[in-house]
């Protein structure tokens, strides 16, 4: 049953990229979320049209990401840059820790 519901998640995604790849915000449109996948088509046509590619590229990611994992691509970045000063400072009060001891 597992494999079948990975499956299913697996061809829902590619045709969610594959949506993305005609449209940006197609994503969230094939999820029902007809405001925000409206707001990352306009924004993409404008990004495509003021900004080249790159641009489109990068509205397609965040309306892809919004949509399969719930977090707009900013907050991947947010989320990352936490973790990575939350192991800086763990690894700063390790060092420190073995000094004193």
């Known amino acids: 049953m597992q494999t079948q519901s990975n499956d ?9 990229i594959l949506g993305e790849s005609v449209i940006p915000g197609a994503s969230l449109l094939m999820d029902g979320q007809f ?25 397609c990611a965040d309306s892809f990401s919004k949509s399969v994992t719930d977090k707009f691509l900013w907050d991947h970045v947010k989320d990352g ?4 000063k939350q192991a800086k400072a763990a690894k700063a009060a390790e060092q420190t820790e073995a000094q004193a001891g």
Do not use: D, Q, W, Y
């Open 8 to 16: 299913l998640n697996t061809l829902t995604n590619g045709a969610k």
């Open 35 to 59: 405001i925000s996948g409206a707001a990352h088509a306009a924004v993409g046509i404008f990004a495509r049209i003021a900004m080249g590619p790159l641009a489109v590229a990068l509205v």
């Open 81 to 84: 840059i936490e973790a990575r």
